[in-house]
DNA sequence: GACAACTCCGTACGCCGTAAGCTAATGTCT
DNA sequence: AGACATTAGCTTACGGCGTACGGAGTTGTC
């Protein structure tokens, strides 16, 4: 189930967001009261624990990121993180937004801002398979960071330069986004669904033909248009990443052909 | 995060998804072994636990589904539960499956496959506003039940009647789901989010608003496109759900653009 | 030297999914 | 009728989770 970010103290959260990149607060909860600082040195920093975070995240996937096993990475105990983040929901904010850390500034655009959205695409299908626990967090969550703002900031760069109707933008952005987003999910389910399981992928559509077969025998007629769909021809291509990418390529040409003049 | 599905054993998911709608597997857990059916009656049904789990988590959510939950509701505990149902993860298979029960078979076309698919688009939108959990589904699980597998029919009922070229009907099968199912999710996520905090949502946006102009006073000058589209109109609608709902319309409307032959 | 502020973190609580196994009910077979 | 295999229902318990709480130890200021 999908996680939802953006839920504890607002203020906190975006301080610890936009905390390195602001001129204004210079860091950590020690500058909180305006006072001095007593107390021991601090042994963690909040970029440790974020990235302890990813790495358990990517190896693991999300549903084995626990507080316990970002400790254990760390070499402390769970409990020694929250003086540094206040609940693991703002934990996942923090990893969300680092994870889209360095992002090209701007796409080159020329004459051809079709070819820069479909790189801008490009960059963010990677971004999604290399860390898939990405597309388990909420992506409507209202709590931007830095650098999945630029994630944005770069694509209005790129329709800057394409006279879009105006009216067009806000859709087409968010079109963008979705598609991108629901077709690399699509990759990386399938891809773990076939690590998971452990049989190959043509040999599990297989299998899961005959189940349905044996169980629905009247599904040919029941579904005619699925059925001419799924019909498998000879040069099938199993690979459900391969699959989804082709589907997104498609969908971004019948979507940029509506929104966008042709590149020439 | 979201939560993976079809990763039971899929003989029996399978089962259960088509069982009450297949001739050859009459049903139930009793007909396992094929000899007769000692013990005491089943004081309860596969439906009447999809149902409360349904009800479950359209009034709580899904973080608070559990299995002691549905136990609850039925008047049993967690474990009663297990006799009908291999696991939690099964069991959302099945609801979602479920949920998507009742859908229109055959949406009319006639010289307008457009509106067809526009009205298709709105029934799958007010199917995931009714049950917001749906969104936290996976959707690129491949065990598909009959009534997620109506759905995807009758879209392609409708795009059968239209003449799209034959390699256009995979993606803009793909992008269509991914823009109902995007901006559902963003709207969605926003009502919840709204309902959570209490606060209106002109009062939450202008104070995060607020907040981040303390926090990064560098935000226009870094972001200038963002900056740009965020600028608030007197006019501005805040609610995010019409704001969702106006940008997929939008975003269909580019799409079909690219897909379709305009209607008329 | 006193004290306040702070970090660190062990313990514990109430959740979760579900494995294991007991009890009692029901059918078939002798 | 009685024996017995099979099954549903359910209790108990285990190992995980997020995190509240509070004690212990460390460091700065007065």
Redesign the interface.
């Given at each position: 189930?999908?996680?939802?970010g953006?839920?504890g103290d607002?203020?906190r959260t975006?301080?610890l967001l936009?905390r390195a990149?602001?001129?204004?607060?210079e860091d950590a909860p020690r500058q909180r009261t305006g006072r001095a600082a007593p107390g021991p040195k601090q042994g963690l920093t909040v970029d440790a624990i974020i990235e302890a975070a990813i790495a358990v995240a990517d190896a693991d996937g999300?549903?084995r990121l626990s507080m316990r096993a970002v400790g254990d990475r760390l070499g402390t105990s769970a409990m020694a993180l929250y003086t540094y983040v206040p609940s693991k929901r703002e934990l996942v904010d923090l990893m969300y937004d680092h994870a889209h850390a360095g992002w090209p500034q701007t796409y080159p655009t020329g004459d051809a801002p079709r070819s820069a959205v479909l790189a801008w695409a490009d960059d963010l299908w990677d971004r999604y398979l290399r860390h898939p626990?990405l597309?388990?967090?909420?992506?409507?969550?209202?709590?931007l960071g830095?650098h999945e703002?630029?994630v944005?900031?770069s694509l209005?760069?790129i329709l800057?330069g394409a006279d879009l109707p105006p009216?067009?933008?806000?859709?087409?952005?968010?079109?963008l986004?979705?598609?991108v987003?629901?077709?690399a999910?699509?990759?990386?389910?399938?891809r773990?669904?076939a690590a998971?399981t452990g049989t190959s992928d043509q040999q599990?559509w297989t299998?899961?033909s005959a189940?349905?077969a044996?169980?629905?025998?009247?599904f040919a007629s029941?579904?005619?248009?699925?059925t001419?769909?799924g019909g498998a021809s000879s040069d099938m291509d199993y690979d459900?990443v391969r699959q989804?990418r082709?589907?997104?390529?498609?969908?971004l040409?019948?979507?940029?052909?509506?929104?966008l003049p042709p590149d020439d």
């Open positions: 189930m999908t996680l939802y953006g839920q607002p203020a975006m301080a936009w990149h602001s001129p204004a607060t999300m549903d626990w597309l388990q967090v909420s992506y409507a969550r209202p709590v830095p703002q630029s944005l900031e209005l760069g800057h009216q067009s933008l806000r859709p087409g952005v968010s079109a986004f979705h598609l987003r629901g077709a999910q699509t990759a990386a389910e399938g773990a669904a998971a599990w299998e899961r189940l349905l044996r169980l629905a025998p009247d029941r579904f005619p248009h699925s001419a769909l459900p989804a082709r589907a997104l390529d498609g969908g040409r019948l979507l940029l052909d509506g929104l």
